[in-house]
Structure formats: C-alpha cells, structure tokens
C-alpha cells in the first residue's frame, strides 16, 4: 500500500543545472500536486493537474514545469536550477470531493548551490 | 494579502492546557476547510476537517467555522507535548480545485 511514491529523497544540484522530481499515486486520485515548503512560508503551491491531460498553474510556477505523463504520475522539472529554488518538495494527490484530503509524499529535500 | 493566514507563532501552552489555532481566508467562495500537523521533518498530515458553519469534534480537537466572519479555528483540548508541531490551515474552493494553505503556526506544549 504505497501510496503517494516521490523521488529522489535528496539532491544537491549546481546552479544551472536541470533535474526531475518524480510522483507516482496508487490511489486511483484525479487531483495531483506539487508544493514547496521554505522556513516560515508554509506549502505553496507550485503546479497542480485536476485530471490527466490538465495543468494549472498554482502560486509559484516561474522556474517549473510539470507533466502529468498518465492519471498515476506527476513529474516536476526544473530546467535551470537556481540557489532560489532550495526547499523542501511535496508531490500530492487527492480525490475530488470537498472532503478530501490531501495525501502527501514523504517530500524531496533540494539544495542548489 | 495571502489568501489564507495564520500567526506563525510559536504558540506556548502549558500541558493539559487548550491550545487555540486561528486561521483566516479571503476567498468568499470557500467551501471546505482543514488543519494538517506536520512535525518537524515530516509530511502533514490531516486532522481536521469541516465544512459546515459551526463546531466539529474529533476526540481532543475541535474545529470551529465561521463563514460569515471567514474565520476557521482549532482547539485542542488537554494539550500534550506530542501535540507540539506546525499546524497548517488549508482551504478549498470547491470539488476538483486546488488547496491552498496557510503558513503554519508552531505549537510548543510545555511541561
């Protein structure tokens, strides 16, 4: 029962650098999303995808991009790393309901130098 | 203004204490709302949720919401040290639409 699947776990990256977050639900969810997480910012969003097929741009996009490969996966890119971009990464999938709720990765630690 | 906010704390309660959360929204709109905790390191996870004007208990926790007032709260009730974690305010506008959350408030339960 694995639930919402993120990799990789950690990263370090040089500025410039370009690299894939991948997410993968089991849960049969609609609804996927990628956050970050900086000290005192809570979650924002970065990208989120309604359906397969569909993404919507969320908070903070300038710097991602996203595909939603088939209704399981979510990938998040970045193209050209900055140090801006360190955080902490949360890949999460949710039925379409009000009620419910979020079940989220165990989260991407990124550091770009 | 941020679409939903929260004092970030940190929050100090004495154990047994009742911790008392705040959140507010901005978005009229909202139709459902809910309070993760997430410990230091970890993913969040949900607590609480609600979406009917009123109070909703679940054992220690209740949460209040006032839509009039855009106001969503959370009272935990005999506060324990592991009670001690960033809890996250979350609202949804409706079905299929995205979550947006708040920044957290820190919670430190003290013996």
């Known amino acids: 029962n694995a639930g919402v699947t993120q990799t990789p776990k950690f990263q370090v990256l040089k500025t410039g650098q370009s690299m894939t977050l991948q997410c993968a639900q089991d849960m049969n969810h609609n609804s996927m999303y990628w956050y970050r997480q900086d000290p005192g910012m809570g979650l924002r969003l970065i990208y989120y995808?309604?359906?397969?097929?569909?993404?919507d741009k969320g908070e903070v996009p300038n710097g991602y991009n996203v595909s939603r490969l088939n209704k399981r996966e979510f990938s998040l890119r970045l193209e050209s790393a900055a140090p801006s971009q360190t955080s902490v990464y949360f890949c999460a999938s949710s039925g379409q309901t009000l009620d419910e709720k979020l079940f989220f990765g165990s989260g991407t630690q990124l550091s770009v130098l | 203004q941020k679409e939903v906010e929260q004092n970030s704390g940190p929050l100090s309660v004495p154990e047994g204490a009742i911790a008392s959360l705040n959140c507010t929204y901005s978005d009229r709109g909202s139709q459902s709302f809910f309070w993760y905790r997430q410990y230091s390191g970890k993913s969040p996870e949900l607590i609480m949720f609600?979406?009917?004007?009123g109070d909703k208990e679940d054992g220690r926790f209740t949460a209040q919401l006032n839509k009039a007032s855009q106001y969503v709260s959370l009272l935990i009730r005999d506060s324990q040290p592991s009670d001690s974690a960033t809890y996250l305010c979350a609202v949804r506008a409706g079905t299929a639409s995205k979550l947006t959350f708040g920044t957290g408030t820190r919670l430190q339960v003290t013996l």
């Open positions: 995808s309604a359906s397969e097929g569909t993404t």
């Open positions: 609600i979406y009917s004007n």
